[in-house]
């Protein structure tokens, strides 16, 4: 994979990071560009990244405070430099879907929060339209990037992100849609829109509720502790 995918900055996530924050974890934190530039408008925290790529994670190590090599899902809690209960904010930017479990990894996570502290993440959307007509056509993908990343090992829509951060202990406050339309294909998705919202009709679903689904490219999602459940 090019390098260049380890340095993207993800400007809906670094928006949704608290401006006060004073530790943040980013687990597949890549060359740092979002902990880099958090760190500029927001110089007092301390942003601790996580990473398995060697390349990527010399890089963040000169634009981060800490950066731990390895398998998020196979470091333990041990190898951590802070304590559970005192992160004020997880990141997983475009990272969820490339794990094996990532629901005991984000159940075990959030143990790590402060009782204010926020888990922000961006989850592809496996609702798009693209993927319909992939789909229709009995293709699926194996791409660099994108939707089908050839990586990606688990798959989200809107619903089971929600189902995610439930069972994680986490409530969703805040969910930002993301869209990739560009010129190029935006007549393909209205047309997609065109044929397809009919059939939405006739299972009973908004056209408006369809639409948004089907035009979402990622999710950004911001949570916090269910102290209900605590």
Not at 40 to 45: D, T
Not at 97 to 106: I, K
Not at 165 to 192: D, M
Request: glycine share 6%; charged share 20%.
């Amino acid at each position: 994979m090019a390098f260049e995918y380890y340095e993207v900055l993800n400007q809906d996530v670094l928006n949704l990071l608290p401006s006060d924050a004073q530790l943040i974890v980013e687990s597949g934190c890549g060359a740092g560009a979002l902990g880099r530039e958090h760190k500029r408008l927001n110089p007092h925290a301390r942003y601790v990244g996580i990473e398995l790529n060697p390349e990527a994670a010399a890089t963040a190590a000169e634009r981060l405070d800490k950066v731990i090599v390895g398998d998020v899902e196979q470091l333990p809690d041990s190898a951590m430099p802070f304590a559970a209960g005192t992160v004020d904010a997880l990141v997983y930017a475009d990272v969820l879907e490339h794990l094996v479990d990532p629901w005991a990894l984000l159940k075990r996570h959030a143990g790590w929060l402060a009782p204010d502290g926020v888990v922000v993440a961006c989850i592809p959307n496996m609702a798009h339209w693209s993927v319909h007509v992939h789909l229709l056509m009995g293709e699926w993908p194996h791409l660099e990037q994108g939707l089908f990343d050839r990586t990606h090992l688990r798959f989200f829509t809107l619903t089971s992100i929600r189902q995610l951060f439930a069972s994680a202990g986490l409530q969703i406050v805040e969910v930002r849609a993301r869209s990739n339309k560009t010129p190029e294909t935006e007549p393909q998705e209205r047309e997609f829109l065109r044929l397809y919202l009919p059939l939405a009709k006739q299972v009973g679903l908004p056209a408006d509720q369809f639409a948004e689904r089907s035009t979402t490219f990622q999710y950004v999602i911001r949570a916090k502790k269910n102290h209900v459940n605590r």
